[in-house]
């Protein structure tokens, strides 16, 4: 590999949330930030820009969308067409406010927990009713959907349900077949689908990620589709996203929701974007094939050494989500693996219905890192055996 992802950088001392949550002696393994430095052609094209010395007001550059129609043409093939695209500082940026595009008195908002954390305050944001129709587990650890249960969370109310795909924290990507049935289910009912597909570039071998407006025409139409470059080349403290929205009207209704509260995308954000959409790739490639070997090194040892813990290894991201309720470390294991292990890790809970019991553990770093959070797991747990 030309790229040293085994590289240890010292975050402690920036501006890093990730780093500066908890105190020093705690390993932070939590928010979806990854400790690899990103492309060297996204931090040369920032070096540029600086070095030009003038920082006004920006607009969208012609050849960012260019790169991105053509990259959703190539990875997924996908046609778009550059006015399709509205830039947001951040997907979730983009889900509230396509949430206050469809919101009426009344109207209900549906989502599939355990799922990512803001996705639980979009309805009240909007002043809609949350409707749940929770993911299942299968006998063997994977999750699935209940298309039973979908269908009867979906009724009157609803006028948008929020995808997470990839899913966000349990790690599927959903099939094709999985993916028709539910937008079948919501155009039949008239609602509108917002996915945040903001984990699509980073699937590992033997899935394949299919946006679900790319499965035909009539489920484009009723589709706002969320994606960023921040998760794949880690550049989120940039802030530019994008939707994708086919439909004019409902592309129409989605400006008008920003309401002069929401405003345009970081100058800085737009140059990073362009550069490792333009030149990334390869710093990509090589990027999954370390995250692939951290998830199956974490899944060895989870396996050996920690068996009271589940894990099932996760079809994208760089996210695990551990089933800690057999561990014996009580209804909290995020704050046992605080207080006894010093490794800061998500509490399942806060990704609503489903979660309790779960933590989510970041495994986007060295694999040094990884191997001193997992002994300082394992030594924790057996202080309690």
Known sequence: MTHDFDRLIDRRHSESIKWKLFPEDVLPMWVADMDFPSPAEVTE???ARADHGVFGYAVTPVELKEVIVERLLHRYGWQVSPEDLVFLPGVITGFNLAAHALAEPGAGLLIQPPVYMPFLDVAENAGMVQQEAQLTIGPDGRYEIDLDRFRAAVDDRTRMFLLSNPHNPVGRVFTQAELSAMAEICLRRGVVICSDEIHCDLVFSGYR??????????????????????????IPGLKCA??????????????????????????????????????GDAWLTELLVYLQANRDFLFDIIRRDFPSIRMKKPDATYLAWLDCRDAGVGSDPCGFFLEKARVGLNDGKSFGPGGEGFVRLNFGCPRSTLEEGLNRMRAALELIL
Do not use: C, W
């Open 45 to 47: 094209a920032l070096k």
């Open 209 to 234: 990620h299919t946006p679900i407006a790319a499965l035909d025409a009539e489920i484009a139409a009723s589709t706002v589709t969320l994606m960023a470059p921040s998760k794949t080349f880690n």
């Open 242 to 279: 994008f939707a994708v929205i086919p439909n004019p009207s409902l592309r129409d209704r989605f400006q008008k929701s920003r309401r002069g509260l929401v405003g345009d995308v970081n100058l800085m954000g737009y140059q990073a974007a362009l550069a490792a959409y333009r030149f």
